[in-house]
């Protein structure tokens, strides 16, 4: 016996043959057909009629399938009695994803956190919404002077390299508003003019120094959860379900603050500011209208009965890190997202957000303001960034 190939008619490969008009034969008409190099979301038949894969009787032929939705190469075996042939498909990316972007109009004094009023997204056909991987060109604020428009060039590769690109026109006009900021890049929440949210009953609203309650809001649905303190009835409830599973793990779980009112919260801040001065307030308290207690859906907790800045290293911290957003709870002032949250770190303080938002949080360790810059909930509100 011996191997050989048809000089006439189709280039086929004969395998195990005397003859190769004499025998049956697994043949392929084109040997470019062994390596094919195909796109992804390309529609593909990889049948051996498609493929120009013949025998005698072609029901007879077998073949594995392949994924086409993999990137990489893979092999199909078609076999044909003891007979096989081996085609190497390669699955490939080479389409850039697609960008959209909005141009924006902010003030002279927004300009140093441009990057929040950024609404840029970008979707790839096989990594889908990659958005959080678009970066931009960086801007010297420090010699812009308004008004006059800038423009700025963002892009964002997917994950086997294929580029896209986007420009974006900014407006820059004039403030009156004169933001103070401190050296530590902590915004001073008594010279900003806070934008006020629209649905402030929303259990996802953000709150923060530049986004503030209506200045007659109180919830109404508020109850009480042991110890004085109150919650809105749907993070009451989280918490007695989270802290009955804290005691059935044998974790500590004391609430030390809870739901507070305007004046409740006027007095606390101004007593940080007359005895610890603006910066330290600016840290670690917030402006009236502007903290997340007046919301009734934030608790700050501990092992004992104080605030424990190390509480994260604490049996009750670790058990809150690993637990707490299965209840809609998350940590809301990260010790590394001081400059984006605007406080100070608080291993004690929790914001209720319910667990679709609150694990969706956790999974992507996003703060609510990083978030809000690229996703919206359709809760009602929106938001101001700087």
């Not at 389409?95 to 141009?103: F, H, I, L």
């Not at 086997?160 to 933001?179: F, K, L, M, P, Y």
């Not at 929303?202 to 709150?207: D, G, H, L, N, Y």
Request: one cysteine or more; hydrophobic letters at 35%.
């Amino acid at each position: 016996m011996k191997r050989v190939k048809e000089a006439v008619g189709c280039l086929s490969i004969c395998l195990l043959v005397s003859g190769c008009g004499e025998t049956d034969t697994l043949a392929i008409a084109d040997e470019k057909n062994l390596h094919l190099e195909v796109a992804y979301g390309e529609e593909f038949s990889y049948t051996p009629e498609s493929l120009g894969i013949s025998a005698n009787d072609m029901e007879k032929i077998s073949y594995n399938e392949i994924d086409l939705n993999a990137l990489g190469t893979q092999k199909i075996i078609y076999q044909y009695n003891d007979q096989e042939l081996t085609v190497e498909v390669t699955i490939v990316d080479k389409e850039p994803p697609v960008m959209s972007a909005q141009d924006i109009t902010i003030s002279e004094q927004e300009l140093n956190a441009i990057d929040s009023y950024m609404q840029i997204s970008a979707v790839d056909n096989y990594d889908g919404d990659i958005s959080s991987s678009v970066t931009c060109d960086p801007i010297d604020v420090s010699s812009i002077t308004a008004p006059t428009v800038l423009t700025r060039v963002c892009s964002v590769k997917d994950s086997s390299g294929n580029e896209a690109q986007t420009t974006v026109q900014i407006n820059v006009e004039e403030s009156s508003e004169r933001i103070e900021v401190y050296a530590s890049g902590v915004v001073n929440g008594l010279t900003v003019e806070p934008h006020i949210v629209e649905n402030p009953d929303s259990i996802t609203v953000m709150v923060n120094k530049f986004n503030a309650l209506p200045d007659d809001y109180a919830p109404s649905d508020l109850v009480d959860i042991g110890g004085g303190y109150q919650l809105r009835q749907e993070a009451a409830v989280q918490y007695a379900a989270m802290k009955a599973q804290a005691d059935a793990d044998g974790i500590v779980l004391n609430v030390l603050s809870a739901y507070r009112t305007k004046s409740y919260q006027e007095g606390l801040f101004w007593n940080y500011v007359n005895t610890q001065g603006e910066e330290y307030a600016a840290v670690y308290s917030a402006v009236p209208r502007r903290s997340e207690h007046e919301l009734g859906l934030a608790i700050d907790v501990g092992d004992n009965y104080y605030l424990d800045e190390n509480l994260d290293h604490t049996a009750t911290g670790i058990w809150l890190n690993e637990n707490a957003a299965k209840y809609g709870f998350i940590m809301r002032y990260p010790e590394d997202k001081v400059l984006t949250t605007q406080y100070g770190f608080e291993a004690w303080h929790y914001r209720y957000v319910g667990a679709e938002l609150a694990m969706k949080l956790k999974e992507s360790n996003l703060t609510l303001e990083e978030y809000y810059q690229v996703e919206s909930m359709e809760d009602g509100n929106s938001y101001r960034f700087y």
